[in-house]
Each structure stands twice: as structure tokens, then as C-alpha cells.
């Protein structure tokens, strides 16, 4: 079933009585060509793209809960590629134009909506920082705009320009970034694949892994063995837990980001606005919600929530930025569980045991990555051989020395 226009006036003018589930519920099957790990976006866009890009039927994607309740629906739904590497300016890049089609590619409203994010400079060196970066972003073929302190007063006249520590100098603008409904990815990419004959079995945990000879027959879960010639992790913050049972320690740790909405709101931000010297960022939903969040919470969990000193933390930088916002109430918060990698950048590989492959480590990437994540991650169970844009996400990048630091953001508390 498409949706469009002329369905939507026929179901209302007949009661709505013509819609169908918009994916099925399947028992999982004795095998499988590929299983996948994690009905989370990048599960499903790397189920939807294996089977429209490279003709993959026998595939399965299975999640412990329900599908959509880890990352992808606990994020502040950002979407951008102002990247300065190129190890991952190619990447995001191609992430970006994926969502620029990724409504016609899924017919689905996800609600892409490009209004544009500018991350703010206080002082010359962050000016010279900010233009290199904008110069390696428009040499990959992505949009940059250097703003002085008029151009973004023009924007964002409320901003705090005159604060005695980080007075706004100005900023780097992409003006295709923007957010995207993050629940509608993964309800679009789940019905897209699931169209396409990809089962999705929901309430199944993995409990271990059946390796023998160093190969990978399958997975065991909670609903039985599911056998299977490929075998694809993609769960996240969970990784660390999951790879354990493959007898494998990663270099991965998993740490809690924390998410905020205010109560609704007047329109005030035409855009997003990231503020790394209080390390803030915000946009505002089309319910009028401010979105925004902050730093990590300093200590290793997988827990979905947070602590209260993190609230206090990003609350006092969206003041510092933001005094108007003072009386606005926060109306509901949340936790994600951030897989940090050590050098900030993500893994897309094969692992040393036959049939298994794992996708993780995305550390605050992970949602803008979510299309080329899937298409990668897809090429490479499907091909054996990495994407173009993702050679430089392999293991042993960490013991050869070709980290990708973007910018020290990685899991030791002295880079972030």
C-alpha cells in the first residue's frame, strides 16, 4: 500500500477503514541468509537496503524490545555534515543527500526538515578552526557558509552576543542540516524493508551465539535458534554486552547522553544551534518543544536515564546562550546509551570470526549517520567489501594507528 494524497482524502471521506499494518509480525524462521541485531535505525535501513539495493530476500532484523525503543527514539533528531576529516566528511556527506530522498526512497513522511544548523565561535583561533573546517567540508562537496557576529545576529538576534567569557564572534553555518522526525525513520525504514519480504521479529533477546570452528552458524534467542549464513550487530550502546557473548571485548564504552523538551513554545528558532563553549545545542520541534542536550554524564552505564548534575550542566549553558529561555518549563527528559569509540568515530566491519559483523561505536553520530550507516553496513554483508565512504571504519585502525580523532570526543575522560 503507497500513501498519497488521494488515499488520505479517501480514507477520511470512508471512516478510515482501508488502512493496513504498517509492517507485519512474523514468527522467526529455522534460518536466514542474514540476521541482523537491533531493530533500531541503523538495523532497519541496513535490512531496507539490502534488500532494494542488492536483491537480499532471506533476511531477518530482531530486537529484545520493541522496535524504535533504544537510540533512534532518544535523540535530539539532528542531522548534519560538517565534518572536517576525511575519514568522515565523505560519510556524513553521503548520509545527508541519502536524507535529502529519503522520503520519495521510502514513501514516508519522516519529516526532513533542512533548516539549517550553525555551530557558534567565540575567539580568533575557534574562527580559524571553524573556517578549515568549512573549507574541508566544501572541498567533499557539502555547504558551508563562514557568519560573522552581524550575520548571525541576523539569524539569532536573542543569542547572549556580549557574554563576558564566550561573547559570539560568529559561526559556521550549513544551511542543509536540519532534524528529522526520528521515530518515522525507523516506522518508514521498518515498513520499507518489511515490503520488501525482510521479517522483523520483535521480542526476541539474543542469549549467545553458536560459533563452531571459528564461524558463525547463528544466533540463539529468546523465541529459539535462528541460523544464519551472516550474522550483523547493530545495537549500540548495547554492543559491548552483545559482542561479550562472541567472546569479544571492544573498543567501545557505553556511556548515557541525556535529552530535554521544554514546554510548548511560540516559534523562536528558525534553526538548530550547537554552543560549544557551554557545550549546548537546541532546536525547537514543530510542537514548539525547545529540543536540546548537553555533555555525557560522567561514568559508564546502560541505564536510559541520567543524573541531575548533567540537568544543572546543560540547563546553565542554554542560559549562558539563551537567558530568554529562563522561565520556560522543562516538560520531560530522557537517556540514550552512547557507544563511544576511542577516537570518536564509528565501526563498520567484519570481526575475526567467520559470518559476524558488527556496526557500532557511534558515539554522538549515530542518528545524522543513519542512512549511509544502513547502506554501508548493507554493502558489506551483501558484497563482503567495505562501502567507498566507510573504508576508514575498521578494527584495526586502533592498532595501526590511523585513528579518526575528529575531535577527541572519544570515551577517555581527558579527549572529551
Known amino acids: 500500500m503507497r500513501y498519497s494524497g488521494l488515499k488520505v482524502i479517501k ?4 471512516g478510515h477503514k482501508g488502512w493496513k499494518p504498517v509492517w507485519r509480525d512474523p514468527d522467526p524462521k529455522p534460518d536466514y541468509d542474514i540476521v541482523i541485531i537491533g531493530a533500531g535505525g541503523h538495523g532497519l535501513a541496513t535490512a531496507h537496503y539490502l534488500a532494494k539495493v542488492f536483491g537480499e530476500r532471506r533476511v531477518a532484523v530482531i530486537e529484545k524490545g520493541w522496535l524504535g525503543g533504544g537510540n533512534v ?6 542531522i548534519r555534515s560538517n565534518y572536517l576529516l576525511d575519514g568522515n566528511e565523505p560519510f556524513y556527506e553521503f548520509s545527508l543527500k541519502l536524507w535529502e530522498g529519503l522520503e520519495q526512497d521510502l514513501n514516508y513522511n519522516a519529516m526532513v526538515s533542512q533548516r539549517g544548523i550553525l555551530n557558534l565561535f567565540h575567539n580568533d583561533p575557534q574562527r580559524d578552526a571553524a573556517t ?28 547572549n552576543f556580549d557574554d563576558a567569557r564566550f561573547p559570539i564572534r560568529g559561526g559556521l ?4 542540516g536540519g532534524t528529522v522526525r526520528h521515530d518515522a525513520v525507523a516506522w518508514g525504514y521498518a515498513r520499507a524493508a518489511d515490503s520488501r519480504g525482510v521479517d522483523i521479529i520483535q521480542n526476541c533477546e539474543v542469549t549467545g551465539f553458536r560459533i563452531e570452528n571459528g564461524k558463525c552458524l547463528g544466533v540463539e534467542t529468546s523465541r529459539g535458534f535462528i541460523g544464519a549464513k551472516k550474522v550483523g550487530a547493530c545495537v549500540a550502546g548495547s554492543s559491548g554486552r552483545l559482542m561479550a557473548k562472541a567472546g569479544m571485548r571492544l573498543p567501545i564504552e557505553s556511556h548515557v547522553l541525556q535529552a530535554f523538551v521544554s514546554e510548548g513554545l511560540k516559534p523562536v ?14 532546536s525547537q520541534s514543530d510542537k514548539g518543544g525547545l529540543v536540546f542536550g548537553g555533555d555525557l554524564d560522567g561514568y559508564n552505564s546502560y541505564a536510559q536515564r541520567g543524573n541531575l548534575p548533567t540537568v544543572e ?6 542560559m549562558s546562550l539563551m537567558p530568554i529561555i529562563g522561565r520556560a518549563r522543562l516538560l520531560r527528559m530522557w537517556g540514550g546509551i552512547m557507544d563511544m569509540s576511542m577516537d570518536g568515530s564509528p565501526i563498520i566491519d567484519r570481526t575475526d570470526i567467520e559470518g559476524l559483523y558488527f556496526n557500532g561505536g557511534w558515539c554522538y553520530g549515530g542518528f545524522k549517520a543513519t542512512p549511509a550507516s544502513g547502506y554501508a553496513y548493507a554493502h558489506l554483508l551483501a558484497t563482503g567489501t567495505p ?30
Not at 173 to 176: D, E, I, N, T, Y
Not at 270 to 279: D, F, L, N, R, S
Request: glycine letters at 14%; a positive charge.
Open 269 to 282: 528558532l528558525p534553526g538548530v544551534v550547537t554552543y560549544g563553549a557551554g557545550h549546548f545545542y537546541v
Open 387 to 416: 562501502h567507498e565512504t566507510a573504508r576508514a571504519y575498521r578494527f584495526d585502525r586502533f592498532r595501526r594507528g590511523y585513528m579518526i580523532d575528529e575531535k577527541g570526543m572519544g570515551a577517555q575522560p581527558n579527549l572529551h
Open 132 to 159: 578549515r573546517r568549512g573549507n574541508a567540508m566544501r572541498l567533499n562537496g557539502a555547504d558551508a557558509e563562514l557568519l560573522d557576529t552581524d550575520g548571525v545576529r541576523a539569524l539569532y538576534p536573542f543569542l
Open 73 to 78: 527514539g532518544r535523540n535530539t533528531t539532528i
Open 173 to 176: 553555518l550549513q544551511r542543509r
Open 11 to 14: 480514507e477520511a471521506l470512508t
Open 313 to 318: 550542566d546543560v540547563a546553565e549553558g542554554g
